[in-house]
């Protein structure tokens, strides 16, 4: 191969990498402790649910919002926000981003996942220590330890709507909001 050409082909193949990595289940996203998997779906569909649903739980677990835009469709509905949320993509961004000002080493497992028609359930558990601040009460390094259980409808492998339930009492009381 001409020398010239090398060096635009390894270009393009570096920088085509990120994108690749996004396109295709690899080692870098969350892994389900348990993963059930409905055996009447086609395979193509039940990887593709799967796959948008392990880039958006690893989009809680590193902040990364390229696994969350890769996940979630353009007109993605949050069904159960708080107070304030902003629906679309830009929503749980904008929360990740809040929340990780809070907890900067905050990680969330999946402990599992489970793959049905159009939906996705995942059970997650969210942990790491507040020594940020979050709604004007600053962290002493206290550990935060929750559990969330999330179900997604995926179309076309993109997550379009989202219903969400946080261990929110749990949570609170161990940021000091709530004395027991």
């Known amino acids: 191969m001409p020398r010239q050409l090398i060096a635009p082909l390894l ?3 570096l920088s085509a990498a990120p994108l690749a990595q996004a396109a295709s289940p690899d080692a870098t996203l969350v892994t389900p402790r348990q993963l059930i998997v409905d055996a009447s779906l086609a395979k193509a569909t039940a990887s593709a649910n799967e796959l948008a649903a392990r880039r958006y739980d690893t989009f809680w677990n ?22 304030g949320r902003v629906q679309g993509p ?3 961004l904008q929360a990740s981003k809040a929340f ?24 997650l558990h969210f942990a790491g220590h507040f020594t940020g601040s979050f709604n004007g009460m600053q962290g002493k390094g206290q550990a935060i330890d929750f ?10 492998g993109k997550i379009v709507e989202n219903w969400h339930l946080e261990d929110n009492l749990t ?10």
């Open 11 to 13: 270009a393009a193949a």
């Open 62 to 83: 590193t902040g990364d919002e390229a696994l969350a835009k890769a996940a979630l469709s353009p007109h993605f509905i949050d069904r159960t926000p708080p107070p």
């Open 90 to 92: 830009e929503g749980p």
């Open 100 to 123: 990780r000002q809070a907890v900067p080493d905050l990680t969330c497992e999946v402990e599992q996942m489970l793959v049905v028609g159009d939906r996705v359930v995942a059970h």
């Open 147 to 156: 559990i969330a259980t999330d179900i997604y409808r995926v179309v076309d």
């Open 171 to 180: 949570l609170l009381k161990q940021l000091g909001a709530i004395k027991e």
